[in-house]
């Protein structure tokens, strides 16, 4: 028994299920709805989180991205310096038989930029992905220490 009462549509839900973290929103099929046209056709994990760390020898950067494999992701680049990280993620197939409790894992396609500094290799990028995490090392050109001759000073 739903305690929300359904408006609009077939949306229920039951505010004493310690489980559903759902909010009703009366709004949702009209067409001024709450959630804007763009963000639900692009609900994605769009902000695919990325850590970027320097190392001596390279900049590193790990993604995660659970759920894909190596044939969904692309990893380019771009105008000469522009590091570009991009997929997607494809929804699941329903079928008609099913009956859905909960949807939380998100879909669609995500893309991410970094600018390369001066320092990059750009023609000696890899890549790799394992257990769900991507792996881009783009190393770094090495900084040659000026050689230092020592003088002595006389007196």
């Known amino acids: 028994m739903s305690l929300v009462p359904s ?19 009366p709004f949702k099929d009209f067409p001024f709805s709450s959630e804007p046209q763009f963000a639900r056709e692009t609900s994605t994990f769009v902000n695919a989180r990325i850590d970027w760390k320097e190392t001596p020898e390279a900049h ?4 995660d991205l659970p759920g894909l494999n190596k044939e969904e992701v692309k990893v380019e680049v771009e105008d000469d ?3 570009q990280i991009s997929g997607e993620r494809k929804v699941e197939k329903e079928e008609k038989k099913d009956t859905w409790h909960r949807v939380e ?5 995500f893309l991410r930029r970094f600018r390369l ?3 990059a290799k750009m023609d000696q990028i ?8 991507l792996t881009v090392t783009v190393p770094k050109v090495e900084v040659k220490k000026p050689d230092v001759k020592s003088i ?3 007196s």
């Open 152 to 154: 002595e000073i006389s």
């Open 81 to 83: 310096r522009v590091l």
């Open 60 to 63: 590193v950067f790990k993604a």
């Open 126 to 133: 890899k890549a790799s992905m394992e257990n769900g995490v």
């Open 7 to 25: 408006f609009f549509g077939s949306h229920r839900s039951n505010i004493l299920d310690p489980f559903s973290l759902e909010i009703w929103d």
């Open 105 to 109: 894992r998100s879909s669609g396609k």
């Open 117 to 119: 500094p001066e320092n």
